[in-house]
């Protein structure tokens, strides 16, 4: 398995534009997460989902944020309008409903920069 | 709410020495408790997890950790420290069933000769 894929790697976007973050989870994994990670405040969890369905996006910062899971392979992260201190790196992350066997598997995340 | 603190930004050892990294949580009952590694520019790998039983776990690339219900702690260990550890550290905790982790601010560990 190629593990957690996410795109790009690497955005750059000039504030007021949309961002649109990708993930593909591992397949057969059943939760998804999305983190946002900062020198300030670390890692935080902005949304997650089981079964495609949003649980908790008590996390997402303001309605600017927003996230999809269409379905089991994909889901989307999206910032619009994109501002200066939405610059982070934005994880995924899957998981199984038995994590005792496989725990959390990461992405590479997605560096974004708003200028 | 839960919380993990981890209490050192960042630790500096010479290869070959031992290394520590310090844990504590903030949770009524035994949480499950997770330790992650981060290398620059990568995403974060699972290093060890606890959920019960034996209160020494042990990890990839030679760590382990060890719970310490009464001091509400979860140290990680090494006994020889490589330059390729270098890296940032994170602990992480989760109430139990499929609850979101929370993680710690991170521990950054540089390796000197």
């Known amino acids: 398995d190629a593990g957690v894929i996410q795109s790009p790697r690497h955005e750059v976007t000039e504030m007021g534009q949309e961002v649109t973050l990708r993930c593909k989870p591992i397949?057969?994994?059943?939760?998804l997460f999305w983190y946002r990670q900062t020198m300030m405040r670390g890692l935080e969890l902005l949304i997650y989902?089981?079964?495609?369905?949003?649980?908790?996006d008590s996390g997402m910062p303001e309605d600017r944020f927003s996230a999809k899971m269409p379905n089991a392979s994909f889901s989307t992260l999206k910032i619009q309008p994109s501002e200066p201190r939405d610059s982070a790196v934005y994880f995924c992350?899957?998981?199984?409903?038995?994590?005792?066997?496989?725990?959390?598997?990461f992405g590479s995340g997605t560096r974004l920069t708003v200028v | 709410a839960q919380s993990v603190t981890q209490p050192d930004i960042h630790i500096t050892v010479s290869e070959g020495a031992s290394l520590e990294l310090r844990c504590n949580y903030s949770?009524?009952?035994?949480?499950?408790l997770f330790w992650y590694v981060q290398s620059p520019g990568q995403g974060l790998q699972l290093l060890l997890k606890?959920?019960?039983?034996?209160?020494l776990v042990q990890g990839i690339k030679g760590f382990e950790a060890e719970f310490k219900r009464s001091q509400s702690s979860f140290n990680l260990r090494k006994p020889s420290v490589h330059w390729s550890d270098a890296a940032e550290y994170f602990c992480?905790?989760?109430?139990?069933?499929?609850?979101?982790?929370?993680f710690g601010k991170g521990t950054r560990l540089s390796v000197i000769a």
């Open positions: 992350a899957s998981s199984t409903t038995y994590e005792e066997i496989y725990g959390y598997t």
């Open positions: 397949s057969g994994h059943d939760y």
């Open positions: 989902f089981n079964n495609n369905v949003p649980i908790d």
């Open positions: 949770y009524g009952a035994t949480p499950y």
């Open positions: 606890y959920f019960s039983g034996d209160t």
């Open positions: 992480a905790v989760r109430k139990g069933g499929n609850t979101p982790l929370v």
